[in-house]
């Protein structure tokens, strides 16, 4: 795939999750109302199943994604001590849910089909279920 000049290139492994974000305030002081926030990024793949292990700085919090042949991605961690978001990088899938119950788009969950990022909020321990997933790979 070919990248413009100025855009750098992103080298990701299928199955990949990768924890990003501010959760340290350290240098932060001047920014008002700050937060803490957390951005786990999944990148599903058929048959693949990945785990990471977060330290949320007293505990080791396992995250995982397991996709199967079916489509059928499952994002589940424990609580990882700063809320955030949950980014799904995927070509499309048909149905989302979150610890039992369904999502509804643009209200409850966010789809960029341009980023093909889909984007779920979450406080706290999580059970993300995402159906028909077509990963990027």
């Known amino acids: 795939m070919a990248a413009a000049k100025d855009i750098i290139p992103l080298f990701v492994k299928e199955g990949a999750i990768i924890p990003r974000g501010d959760v340290l305030?350290?240098?932060?002081?001047?920014?008002?109302?700050?937060?803490?926030?957390?951005?786990i990024e999944c990148f599903p793949s058929r048959g693949v199943t990945e785990s990471f292990a977060y330290f949320d700085h007293t505990k080791v919090v396992s995250l995982k994604l397991i996709t199967n042949?079916?489509?059928?991605?499952?994002?589940q961690f424990d609580?990882?001590?700063?809320?955030?978001?949950?980014?799904?990088?995927?070509?499309?899938?048909?149905?989302v849910m979150k610890n039992?119950?369904?999502?509804r788009m643009g209200r409850d969950v966010?789809?960029?089909?341009?980023?093909?990022?889909?984007?779920?909020?979450?406080?706290?321990?999580?059970?993300?279920?995402?159906k028909g997933v077509a990963g990027l790979f």
């Open 100 to 103: 039992g119950k369904p999502l």
């Open 110 to 130: 966010k789809w960029d089909k341009e980023k093909s990022r889909l984007t779920i909020p979450y406080s706290g321990a999580t059970n993300i279920t995402v």
């Open 69 to 75: 042949h079916n489509g059928i991605t499952h994002i």
């Open 25 to 39: 305030k350290a240098n932060n002081n001047w920014t008002p109302k700050w937060s803490a926030k957390l951005r």
């Open 79 to 95: 609580d990882p001590g700063h809320p955030g978001v949950v980014e799904v990088f995927c070509k499309e899938f048909t149905s």
